[in-house]
């Protein structure tokens, strides 16, 4: 009877911890991506793996699409975690023909173990040609919750309560990491432009010269490609 007990107390536990370990981020929020129509529905961390299930949408005709075999997490040391597996989706030079615009491929990469406590990653295939990127991947239900709101008031065409949000969230006396700063900057100085607050805009777009955040340069150069310079 006590062996049995023990068992069942050791199993308890152990599921404990499962879930404890065991994270799930719906749709994270990013600072910069490479494609479009890509996106990550949802972050899976396990004590064993980390699985991105990703989406993308065709939108011309005679689409194709694949994955590189060299996709990697970037943790904010720069060390990376190489990819295991992958499901849904062909190994290039195979590719996904799409049927027709529209149409969606839904596909799941998967990782080892990502160390715990970590906040946000980059996601980076390289490869030779229009190869995918996610920059600055947060993994903070809170921060992505607060995010949510802002960027549903920009989709709701209230931009001018969206910077209020954003801007909020960058005076807030919280553990910023290199990958909020930059999803900050952007949306306040893309908002300060939509907004026509050209001092506003010129304010952050120096302050995001000046921050000296991982990929900044990257950042100023999407802007730029935006036509916003300073």
Same mark, same amino acid.
């Given at each position: 009877?006590?062996? &049995?007990?023990?068992?069942l107390? *050791?199993?308890i536990? +152990?599921? *404990?911890?499962?879930?404890?370990?065991s994270?799930t +981020? =719906?749709r !994270?929020?990013?600072?910069? $991506?490479s494609h479009?129509t890509l996106?990550? $529905?949802? @972050?899976?961390?396990t004590? &064993?793996?980390?699985? @991105?299930?990703m989406?993308?949408?065709?939108?011309?005709?005679?689409?194709?699409f694949c994955?590189?075999r060299?996709?990697?997490i @970037?943790?904010?040391?720069g #060390?990376? %975690?190489? /990819?295991?597996? &992958?499901?849904g989706? !062909?190994?290039?030079p195979? &590719?996904y023909k799409?049927?027709? !615009?529209?149409?969606?491929?839904?596909?799941?990469l998967? +990782?080892s173990?990502m160390l715990?406590?970590?906040k946000w990653?980059?996601l980076?295939?390289?490869?030779?040609?229009n190869?995918?990127s996610f920059y600055?991947?947060?993994?903070d239900?809170e921060?992505?919750?607060k995010?949510d709101e802002?960027?549903? /008031?920009?989709?709701?065409?209230? !931009? #001018?309560?969206? %910077?209020?949000?954003f801007?909020k969230?960058?005076?807030e $006396?919280i553990? $910023? *990491?290199?990958a909020l700063e930059?999803?900050?900057?952007l949306? =306040?100085?893309? %908002? #300060?432009a939509?907004?026509?607050?050209k001092?506003?805009?010129a304010?952050?777009?120096?302050r995001?010269? @000046? #921050?000296g =955040?991982?990929?900044?340069?990257?950042y =100023?150069k999407?802007?730029?490609?935006?036509g916003i310079?300073y």
């Open positions: 009877m006590k062996k &049995s007990i023990f068992f107390i *050791s199993a536990l +152990f599921q *404990s911890g499962t879930t404890i370990l994270q +981020f =719906i !994270p929020n990013y600072a910069l $991506k479009p996106e990550i $529905k949802k @972050v899976e961390l004590p &064993s793996a980390t699985k @991105v299930w989406t993308i949408e065709n939108r011309i005709e005679g689409g194709a994955a590189d060299n996709i990697y @970037v943790y904010p040391d #060390s990376r %975690l190489d /990819l295991i597996s &992958s499901s989706i !062909p190994v290039c195979d &590719s799409f049927k027709a !615009p529209g149409e969606k491929l839904d596909f799941v998967t +990782f173990r715990e406590g970590t990653f980059d980076i295939e390289d490869c030779s040609d190869c995918f600055g991947v947060l993994l239900e921060l992505n919750r995010i802002a960027f549903s /008031l920009a989709e709701g065409n209230q !931009p #001018s309560a969206a %910077l209020i949000n801007i969230l960058a005076d $006396k553990n $910023k *990491s290199d930059g999803l900050l900057y949306n =306040i100085i893309k %908002l #300060s939509e907004t026509g607050n001092a506003r805009e304010e952050w777009y120096y995001l010269q @000046v #921050s =955040i991982h990929e900044a340069k990257r =100023i999407y802007l730029n490609d935006q310079k």
